[in-house]
Nanobody, 123 residues
Framework: VQLQASGGGLVQAGGSLRLSCAASGRTFSSYAMAWFRQGPGKEREFVGRISGGGSNTYYADSVKGRFTISRDNAKNTVYLQMNSLKPEDTAVYYC?????????????????WGQGTQVTVSS
């Protein structure tokens, strides 16, 4: 599966942004999808994950209650709605795909990656 992330940009603290990740292929619903991010000088970290059917989500504590992952399998697209953004949310955001059913939060668990989209939150 090939992934293309988009929707990044510059936003003020407290603002909102929605990222999209479009996938190729006809088996999109068989993949769990995740978002990761990598801030300046930091390791890539897990943000959240959604199951193939969209009924189960899991988030990192740092974004819980502020970020929401959803997906539209008819459009082969997963979304990351980011609200109440903080300067520490500044990072390149990546979408990733995994065919497993267990919740996975490690970068190495994901075989397919999008190219990343920059999110910058100004204070």
């Amino acid at each position: 599966v090939q992934l293309q992330a988009s929707g990044g940009g510059l936003v003020q603290a407290g603002g909102s942004l929605r990222l999209s990740c479009a996938a190729s292929g006809r088996t999109f619903s068989s993949y769990a999808m995740a978002w990761f991010r990598q801030g300046p000088g930091k390791e890539r970290e897990f943000v959240g994950r959604i199951s193939g059917g969209g009924s189960n989500t899991y988030y990192a504590d740092s974004v819980k209650g502020r970020f929401t992952i959803s997906r539209d399998n008819a459009k082969n697209t997963v979304y990351l709605q980011m609200n109440s953004l903080k300067p520490e949310d500044t990072a390149v955001y990546y979408c990733a795909a995994d065919r497993g059913t267990l919740v996975r939060t490690r970068r190495d668990d994901y075989s397919y990656w999008g190219q990343g989209t920059q999110v910058t939150v100004s204070s």
